[in-house]
């Protein structure tokens, strides 16, 4: 293998910004491991004893979640930085794949009897992908970075392979540990002793490439949005309530959309192209992507349990879930339109407020008059939004 080659690998940072098709079909994983999420935490608050084990139940599928999502985050970073055109990164791409796969089937049951399957699959993705990229990269500059990730994420399967073997009681601390240690580590750039550390905001990649992958990412939960809301309502009697609750639900998946790329959404590929450093945007969009698809998904697992009991009984989880997930979202539309225009947009950070304070008042109502409290608050950022079009220019932050 040649130093030529080696170079090869790297995407030109000025090739098409296009997802290839080979991306999106990963992203079909994804959209599986996306529904076991929510159904798992759905399960647990449909439960047959109300608010059995509601904190520890919404701790673990936050943990699945944030696990999925730097699994699939790191892939985005891959395909960005190294060429999808290449077999070596497809047959890397598609490895992933398979164990994202693996990991969404073990899921439901990875805190017990699937335990070493998950936590084996889990290191062999996080550990394997920068591994075959540094014995790819031989003597080429960019092996120090693959090389310095390599380390942090052989320290982090420490506690994976030690969580499998140990008690159910004490596994979901010593994950949760080891999960904390790889986000600690891309945060920090991966420092090791001597060969420094290499922050992903200072990183030559294709921005626009990249933040388009984070587009289509929002787009699956938009998608896992209406999945839900179609299998629930066609499995319901479709009374009254049930219809309104149906309608609802989609319109607030279409105020989700309309607000994300009404404006900093839309405006994000034009502000990363022109941004002296493109990765710092791009390390920007990562968290802030995060919290939009976090809002999102907690969001849909109320849409079912809305639709399935339109006027079931009263709940703080649910009130929490209907409006905590539009809130996270509009606090993550409002750090990206700082990002992006360089100024607060007050309106959603308001929004976001009146959604949290009124969760006490959501609890002591059916889950439908949740639902239209969540659907109206975002609807009139909606309106306010229109009060600045999407032509603005981006700024700076």
């Known amino acids: 293998m ?27 994983a994804f959209v599986f491991a996306l529904t076991r999420v929510a159904q798992r935490l759905i399960d647990e608050l449909d439960a047959s004893e109300p608010e059995r084990n509601v904190l520890a139940s919404a701790a673990e599928t ?16 891959v395909t960005s930085l190294y060429d999808p055109a290449l077999a070596f990164v497809q047959a890397l791409v598609i490895a992933v794949m398979l164990g994202a796969l693996i990991l969404a089937v073990t899921m439901p049951r990875a805190f017990g009897a699937r335990a070493a399957v998950f936590a084996g699959t889990y290191v062999a993705i996080q550990l394997g992908r920068p591994l075959a990229l540094t014995l790819a990269l031989r003597r080429h500059p960019r092996r120090l970075v693959t090389l310095r990730i390599t380390i942090w ?6 506690p994976w392979l030690v969580g499998a073997v140990s008690s159910e009681h004490a596994r979901p601390a010593v994950w949760a540990g ?21 922050r992903v905001n200072q990183w030559v990649i294709n ?19 209406i999945l839900v809301v179609g299998l629930t309502s066609s499995a319901s009697p479709f009374t009254p309530v049930e219809i309104a609750a149906f309608v609802i639900a989609f319109a607030i998946t279409v105020l989700f959309w309309r607000i994300y790329f009404h404006r900093a959404g839309h405006r994000l590929p ?23 698809v976090a809002g999102v998904l907690i969001t849909t ?4 349990l809305v639709i399935a009991h339109p006027t079931g009984e009263r709940t703080y989880p649910l009130a929490v879930i209907l409006m905590g997930g539009p809130a996270l979202f509009l606090l993550a539309q409002a750090w990206a339109d700082h990002a992006v225009f360089g100024r607060h947009s007050v309106h959603r950070l ?6 949290a304070a009124a969760v006490p008042v959501g609890a002591r109502l059916p889950g439908l008059a949740v639902l239209v409290t969540a659907a109206l608050a975002l609807t009139v950022v909606a309106v306010l939004d229109t009060r600045t079009g999407p032509a603005e220019a981006p700024g700076r932050p």
């Open 2 to 28: 040649s130093h030529t080659w080696t170079g090869r690998l790297l995407r030109d940072p000025v090739a098409a910004p296009r997802a290839a098709f080979l991306e999106l079909f990963f992203d079909l």
């Open 62 to 77: 936050l943990f699945f979640f944030l696990a999925l999502w730097l699994i699939w985050m790191l892939a985005a970073w």
């Open 153 to 158: 994420t052989a320290v982090a399967a420490v």
């Open 178 to 198: 080891a999960l904390a240690i790889e986000y600690v580590g891309f945060a920090l750039g991966w420092p090791i002793p001597r060969l420094g550390a290499s």
């Open 207 to 225: 921005g626009v490439h990249l933040v388009e992958r984070y587009q289509q990412v929002f787009l699956i939960a938009l998608g896992e949005a």
């Open 270 to 292: 034009t502000a990363v192209r022109d941004a002296p450093s493109p990765a710092r945007l791009g390390e920007m969009a990562t968290y802030n992507h995060l919290v939009t």
């Open 301 to 304: 697992v109320g849409f079912e």
């Open 350 to 355: 308001v929004g976001a407020l009146v959604l």
